[in-house]
């Protein structure tokens, strides 16, 4: 695996591989790279003939210092990982070259950001999408993948994608789960044993609901109820349990196919996200 430093040495990379008549997939990450990630980069040989990782912590995402802080860096064997899973290019910029000292620029999807992660992290999304537009305009790959766990995060990039124009498909991957239902993240390694164990009690939630669904119940209180009953048992606060349409993320009364439960929990000081799309 080659690892790239500069936005230029990545440019020319990927115009390296279209001269060979390869497709490019890129699968942007923060690093500290679990399972969730690497199922990426599998589904990224799935769509194209090179893949380019990113590991880039980006501190325009977050809103709160100590969060970025404490945010695990664990370079080696994130690179031990990407060559297991045959990984062509690590594109791993620092923070100088991503955002130099005269760097004044920033992308903001309206609407969409300011309900669910966006209400409790203003400027979130605006960093997000700043510095996926930059990885995206640099990199321009083919296809790009991201994880159906971050499914706020999946919807903004879809409308810049759109709305800026770039010819670029987005995949969304399916969210890896521990052993008993947690999602896999990153911050998972700051819970707490008991709190860890209490974690579970989320998707187990997300279960109960698509169960109650299953059986013709649509009336998204009662649905919402039930992950809240589930969750509420533990020590864990509920920052927010919605059910929104999957575009427009507006909060909606009946549940259709498709329309998405969203969970985000704060449990030993870890905030913690899940969703599930009804089927
Ligand atoms: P992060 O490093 O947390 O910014 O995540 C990088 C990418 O991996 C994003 O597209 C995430 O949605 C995705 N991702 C993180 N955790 C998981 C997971 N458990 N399952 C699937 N994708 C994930």
């Given at each position: ?256 196919h498709g329309s998405v439960i969203v969970v985000a929990v704060i449990l030993d000081g870890v905030r913690l996200i899940d969703n599930h799309i009804l089927v």
């Open positions: 695996m080659r690892i790239l430093r500069t936005p230029q040495e990545l440019s020319q990379t990927v115009d390296a591989c279209r001269v060979h008549g390869q497709s490019v997939a890129m699968v942007p990450t923060m690093g500290a790279l679990h399972q969730g990630h690497t199922s990426l980069f599998d589904i990224a040989h799935e769509h194209a003939d090179v893949v380019v990782a990113t590991i880039f912590v980006n501190p325009l995402q977050f809103n709160n210092a100590t969060d970025f802080d404490k945010y695990p860096l664990q370079f080696d064997s994130d690179i031990q990982m990407l060559e297991q899973h045959n990984v062509e290019f690590l594109y791993a910029p620092n923070v100088e070259t991503m955002y130099g000292s005269q760097f004044s620029t920033s992308v903001h999807v309206a609407g969409i950001t300011d309900v669910l992660e966006g209400s409790s992290r203003p400027g979130h999304f605006s960093g997000v999408a700043t510095v996926v537009a930059k990885l995206l305009s640099a990199g321009r790959p083919d296809v790009a993948i991201f994880g159906q766990k971050d499914f706020q995060q999946f919807a903004v990039i879809k409308r810049m994608v759109a709305d800026l124009d770039m010819p670029i498909e987005l995949i969304m991957a399916p969210t890896v789960r521990e052993f008993d239902g947690l999602a896999m993240s990153s911050r998972n390694v700051r819970l707490s044993e008991s709190a860890r164990t209490e974690a579970a009690a989320i998707s187990q939630g997300l279960d109960a609901a698509q169960e109650q669904f299953a059986t013709g119940i649509r009336d998204t209180t009662q649905l919402i109820q039930t992950v809240e009953t589930a969750i509420g048992s533990t020590d864990t606060e509920i920052d927010y349990v919605k059910i929104v349409d999957s575009v427009s993320l507006k909060e909606i009364s009946v549940a259709i």
